[in-house]
């Protein structure tokens, strides 16, 4: 099947921007009328087909965005889709929401079709490698947005949490209630780099865990720190288990991420543990699994109202022409104390 022609070869082959090719095939007032023609022109020969997105945008009776979302069970980004959604609704924009599982070429492609739906900019949560997708983005001439804590290098405005801050918060608590052989539980990355990608929020949440325990003046025990299967099946966390079968004495458990906390529950309660009297544990996130678990979850609430509210305004001003920098924009997480880690609550 033939590649098919983008705004990018249009660009390429008339030696200008994007930007004027894209001016120029849907009759701008700013392109000349000589450049206008040869550039459709070179678009004819090179058999390029306008997309519905711009058909639709020419007539002027709809506007819309795209919002491309995870398509797993985890529940951590609805809020911030919702608030995409309200956002741009006050703004006249519809929001188109594209579900998307695998790593960047699974993303680029659900990119590449954009250019047969009537959208004018997309948002994407969590991104595996930006620079594909970024370069898809190009290839269709859309603006994007990232909200996404798992890239080291950016290549889009992104939006994410204070990943350390809030992790050092939440091991700082575990110190002040006493705790002293706290243990991390990372996620054993089973599906690649491709799914993963680079992991900074880990990164982010594992040297804050490090500083925290290194300025109260407790030694880092490496064993302490442990990779586990993300468990749906209930079998428990074996790592963990481990650890107190061979005496490590573990009076508190940092998870990375909210999801790890119920394998966690589990295999300290089979090893007849309680939380919080025996062991502590928090999360980071405040997704749905911190209410559901018994007993619930202290954890690091990530602000995903705000985080998707801001997503949207800056992708708002990239189409209004006021594109804003690709630099990250970190919003402070809150820590919520529950009952796995405060002996006084139910």
Not at 132 to 161: K, L, N, W, Y
Not at 234 to 244: I, K, R
């Amino acid at each position: 099947m033939a590649q098919r022609v983008t705004l990018t070869d249009v660009s390429q082959a008339a030696g200008v921007g994007i930007a004027t090719v894209s001016r120029a095939m849907g009759d701008h007032p700013d392109v000349s009328a000589a450049t206008r023609d040869r550039i459709r022109k070179i678009a004819l020969e090179l058999g390029y087909r306008p997309s519905v997105a711009a058909r639709a945008l020419r007539r002027g009776g709809f506007h819309a965005i795209s919002v491309i979302v995870p398509d797993t069970q985890w529940g951590w980004w609805e809020p911030l889709a919702h608030a995409c959604v309200e956002t741009a609704g006050a703004a006249g924009y519809q929001v188109l929401v594209h579900p998307v599982s695998g790593g960047p070429a699974s993303l680029a492609d659900v990119i590449a079709g954009l250019s047969d739906v009537p959208t004018e900019g997309v948002i994407v949560i969590s991104v595996p490698d930006q620079k594909a997708v970024r370069e898809a983005c190009d290839r269709i001439g859309i603006p994007g947005v990232a909200i996404d804590d798992t890239s080291v290098d950016i290549h889009f405005p992104s939006i994410s949490a204070t990943n350390y801050e809030g992790a050092r918060e939440v091991v700082e608590h575990l110190l002040l209630g006493g705790r002293s052989r706290i243990a991390f539980v990372r996620p054993r990355l089973s599906g690649g780099e491709a799914v993963w990608g680079e992991t900074f929020y880990l990164q982010e949440r594992e040297r804050a865990y490090r500083d925290a325990l290194d300025a109260a003046g407790i030694p880092v025990d490496e064993s302490l720190i442990i990779d586990t299967a993300l468990d749906e099946g209930g079998s428990g966390c074996p790592e963990l288990g481990e650890l107190v079968e061979n005496g490590a004495g573990i009076d508190a458990v940092f998870c990375a991420f909210d999801q790890l906390a119920p394998t966690a529950l589990r295999e300290l309660a089979t090893r007849g543990l309680r939380v919080p009297d025996d062991v502590a544990v928090a999360g980071f996130d405040d997704e749905r699994t911190a209410i559901l678990v018994t007993p619930q979850l202290t954890t690091a609430r990530q602000p995903y109202e705000d985080m998707g509210r801001t997503a949207t305004e800056l992708l708002l001003r990239s189409l209004s022409g006021d594109r804003p920098a690709i630099e990250r924009h970190e919003f402070p997480t809150q820590l919520v104390v529950r009952a796995s880690t405060a002996h006084d609550m139910d």
